[in-house]
T-cell receptor
Framework: DQQVKQNSPSLSVQEGRISILNCDYT??????FLWYKKYPAEGPTFLIS?????DKNEDGRFTVFLNKSAKHLSLHIVPSQPGDSAVYFC??????????FGAGTRLTVKP | DGGITQSPKYLFRKEGQNVTLSCEQN?????MYWYRQDPGQGLRLIYY???????QKGDIAEGYSVSREKKESFPLTVTSAQKNPTAFYLC??????????????FGSGTRLTVV
């Protein structure tokens, strides 16, 4: 039972444009959401998070939006840079318990 | 520098053999986790430990075993009972019972291949 879903396995965008990565979840008890970035043969690194009491969190070029009624969150990267090319994982947890991850979206930013 | 160290980075195992993956952290984190990554399936939780001498099964614990004798160490043994052990294994940790805004800290992973 996959509680966190990233339905797009890959995304390709042009440098300087906006990248939008999407994530859906099914567990209404999730109260904390995170995005991780992962390069090949490395562990994921934290990118940005959002609590369920907020609907937006911004950090530089990265913004995460949360729509609780739709059980949907998205990560916006603008402007996209070639160094942003990586796999992005969406993750969620409920009541400080262990985290559930999506399958990841491979972002390719073309120069 | 504080962090999580996983070793070895690459590991080859013959069918029928047990193999142990190492995970050590010097972050003084209480909770530690083992995940497995397969293509198209994201990260799946194998085992986790909230405190020393205690651990719980995750979603795919069959064929794996762990121990947590020290706070710093959380080794994972892949036994011969694990049907498809070839994967990328990730260890993670988290401090205390409070949310870290950064979620988990991950190691760099071990790629296990059964030959």
């Amino acid at each position: 039972d996959q509680q966190v879903k990233q339905n797009s396995p890959s995304l390709s965008v042009q440098e300087g444009r906006i990248s939008i990565l999407n994530c859906d979840y099914t567990n209404s008890m999730f109260d904390y959401f995170l995005w991780y970035k992962k390069y090949p043969a490395e562990g994921p690194t934290f990118l940005i998070s959002i609590s369920s009491i907020k609907d937006k969190n911004e950090d530089g070029r990265f913004t995460v939006f949360l729509n609780k009624s739709a059980k949907h969150l998205s990560l916006h990267i603008v402007p996209s840079q070639p160094g942003d090319s990586a796999v992005y994982f969406c993750a969620a947890s409920a009541n400080n318990n262990d985290m559930r991850f999506g399958a990841g979206t491979r972002l390719t930013v073309k120069p | 520098d504080g962090g999580i160290t996983q070793s070895p980075k690459y590991l080859f195992r013959k069918e029928g053999q047990n193999v142990t993956l190492s995970c050590e952290q010097n972050l003084n984190h209480d909770a530690m986790y083992w995940y497995r990554q397969d293509p198209g399936q994201g990260l799946r939780l194998i085992y986790y430990s909230q405190i020393v001498n205690d651990f719980q099964k995750g979603d795919i614990a069959e064929g794996y075993s762990v121990s947590r004798e020290k706070k710093e160490s959380f080794p994972l043994t892949v036994t011969s009972a694990q049907k498809n052990p070839t994967a990328f294994y990730l260890c993670a940790s988290r401090e205390g019972s409070q949310y870290s805004v950064y979620g988990y800290t991950f190691g760099s992973g071990t790629r296990l291949t059964v030959v």
